[in-house]
């Protein structure tokens, strides 16, 4: 019995609808609506300390005596300081220090405490020695690690990024470590040792691709920890110097001035705690896109 094509046209199955960049934007925006709004929030907060000059600001060093302690209004936006400073300006290049701060510590962090905690993970008598000296080092609360570090050096931006990298390096070390110790007994690593394969080439295939996603949202959570470091160092006096208009430098000098003037603590804080969640927020949707099993509940 012969077939007309038309039949095979008719029984043919009908091809999918073709789906829509729209739509997919749509779709990859209600599936993960955390880190598209803590992204958007962030990428705001790096074009206001990109753009700075460019926002109706003046010098956020320039005195005016005769001009203090103005209150919120439509000259000054936020206010003004005990000199006559122009709150405003001053919290909008604030945000320059604390988000180089953060991100600078977030790099320096997880690049070192990757590369500890590979090795640290691969080499028992090296995990035996750092591993100890890390959980040393953690035993001290960071903030009190960062103070001493700045008590011996001098005040500046490049020491602060110093001085809290060095007290986040253990945890990411120990998190790195974790992972690598369950990553060498899979049966890829061990088939790759058992061909012959160098300990560089199994390390760059195998172990360092596979610490990537947790250690990416691991470095979110530690640019946050770093920006409030910073602006408690700066608080107490031993961060950035006070010439240089830092959040935490801003809340500093308002702070005997609360009761009369509690506007230049407070916008600076809004601006911090506003930092804060951006990158939070970032972090647990990378967090919740990241994890291969929560991706297949999904």
């Known amino acids: 019995m012969t077939v007309a094509p038309s039949d095979i046209a008719l029984s043919a199955p009908a091809a999918p609808p073709r789906v829509g960049w729209r739509q997919r934007a749509w779709r990859y925006v209600r599936r993960h609506p955390t880190m598209i709004f803590g992204g958007v929030l962030l990428l705001v907060m790096l074009m206001m300390a990109v753009f700075a000059p460019y926002l109706h600001t003046v010098d956020p060093q320039a005195l005016s005596p005769i001009r203090r302690l103005r209150w919120p209004s439509a000259q000054y936006w936020f206010g003004t300081d005990m000199l006559g400073r122009d709150v405003y300006s001053r919290t909008v ?12 510590v977030a790099l320096l ?5 990757l590369a500890i905690g590979v ?7 090296v995990d035996a020695i750092v591993m100890r000296i890390m959980d040393g080092l953690m035993s001290i609360p960071s903030v009190l690690i960062a103070i001493a570090l700045m008590a011996l050096t001098r005040a500046s931006m490049e020491n602060v990024i110093f001085a809290i990298t060095v007290a986040d ?3 990411v070390t120990r998190l790195v470590r974790g992972i690598v110790l369950t990553l060498r007994e899979q049966p890829y690593v061990e088939a790759a040792i058992a061909s012959g394969t160098s300990f ?5 295939r195998h172990i360092v691709p596979n ?5 990416l949202v691991q470095g979110t959570f530690v640019a946050a920890g770093a920006m409030i470091t910073e602006a408690i160092l700066s608080f107490i006096g031993a961060g950035t110097p006070p010439n240089i208009p830092s959040w935490g430098n801003i809340m500093a000098e308002g ?3 609360f009761q009369v003037a509690y506007y230049i603590v407070l916008f600076p804080g809004i601006m911090l705690s506003l930092a804060v969640l951006a990158i939070n927020l970032l972090g647990d949707g990378l967090r919740d896109m990241l994890d291969p099993r929560l991706s297949r509940r999904l």
Not at 119 to 124: E, P
Not at 200 to 204: R, V
């Open 93 to 104: 290049y604030g945000a320059r220090v604390s988000l180089i701060v953060g991100i600078s």
């Open 119 to 125: 090795i640290a993970g691969f080499t028992r008598w």
């Open 169 to 171: 390096i253990p945890r």
């Open 200 to 204: 560089p080439l199994i390390l760059w």
């Open 255 to 257: 702070r005997s001035l």
């Open 211 to 215: 610490t990537l996603p947790p250690l």
């Open 109 to 113: 962090a997880t690049t070192c405490g």
